[in-house]
């Protein structure tokens, strides 16, 4: 193995207890071959030796060091000492290091993150605000890695209020099923997304209900997602609003694999089937349900 592979193992990188070096270096898998890394080749003998090694580490850990680069240039100038500062504080939260390459691949930049101004102040806020455990913030962030390079006063605090005030009390779900709500943008994401569906007809009281039903709302494209299906809606299966409003998850099921094969299905059968029995029932309880005359 290369020299800085050795070094690696008992940098700053890992944590020193052995068991979980061992652990780590059993089941991290590189994301590419470190010794055909570019950074390796001859070409790159400018290179310093402990940039190579900063590569090496991340690789390790299973984090794409060149996307991580390219996302994050501040990696470029950051030392394995504040790397491994990152990764012992994380750890100190419940963080594994089995859970680190993904986490470290969704958001490079929590590797340059300030522990103190930046990552601490999410942990509190998970404790504080949401009131999650101590012993579950390994679930909420590996549920959403984002959560650590979200700006408390800017971000998940203004996103809480305003999900508040719509009428999304339940915290519990707010931290373990939808903590993406948290770190979608108030003024670019939420309100556009409620102001389409009363652009569209619905009431405001209505467009509360639809997305308190089916919180996922907030997370589709308007141009992607609610566009297309509601012109297939209204167009071809003749639907009203009305259907919709007490059906939102409709916007939830894919538009070519499930919306547009279940309606044709049920036109050539000649069944009158409802939206909601329409795309949640099963295969087979489809088939039932169409051969029923």
């Known amino acids: 193995m290369l020299p800085a592979a050795t070094s690696c193992r008992t940098s700053m990188c890992i944590s020193p207890n052995p068991e979980q070096q061992n ?10 071959t470190l010794q055909k890394h570019p950074l390796y080749e001859t070409t790159h003998s400018n290179i310093s030796f402990q940039f190579k090694e900063k590569i090496l580490c991340l690789e390790i850990m299973g984090v794409d060091s060149g996307r991580a680069l390219a996302v994050n240039p501040a990696l470029h100038t950051a ?8 990764v012992t504080f994380l750890q100190s939260k419940g963080i594994h290091l089995k859970d680190l390459g993904r986490i470290f691949g969704m958001c490079p930049t929590v590797l340059t993150s ?9 942990f509190h806020f998970l404790s504080h605000d949401l009131r999650v455990s101590d012993l579950n913030f390994r679930r909420v962030i590996n549920k959403c890695p984002r959560l650590l390079i979200s700006s ?43 102001n389409y569906f009363v652009s569209l007809g619905f009431s405001k009281s209505d467009a509360v209900k639809m997305v308190l039903r089916c919180p996922a709302l907030f997370t589709f494209s308007i141009e992607n997602n609610f566009k297309p299906k509601l012109e297939y809606f209204t ?17 939830a099921f894919s538009l070519e694999n499930r919306i547009k094969p279940r309606h044709m299905e049920v036109v050539r059968s000649g069944v009158k089937v409802g939206l909601p029995l329409m795309l949640k029932a099963t295969d087979e309880e489809f088939r039932e349900l169409l051969m029923r005359k």
Request: hydrophobic share 45%.
């Open 23 to 32: 652990l780590l270096l059993r089941s991290a898998k590189p994301k590419t």
């Open 79 to 86: 030392s394995l000492h504040a790397i491994h500062d990152i």
């Open 235 to 251: 167009g071809e299966m003749k639907g009203e609003l009305g259907e919709l409003k007490e059906f939102p998850q409709y916007f």
């Open 152 to 194: 408390v006063r800017d971000q998940l605090k203004p996103a809480l209020l305003y999900l508040q005030r719509l009428g999304f009390t339940d915290l519990h779900a707010l931290a373990y099923q939808d903590p993406i709500l948290l770190v979608s943008s108030v003024e670019n994401t939420l309100i556009p997304k409620l």
């Open 114 to 122: 300030d522990i103190k101004s930046g990552l601490a102040p999410v």
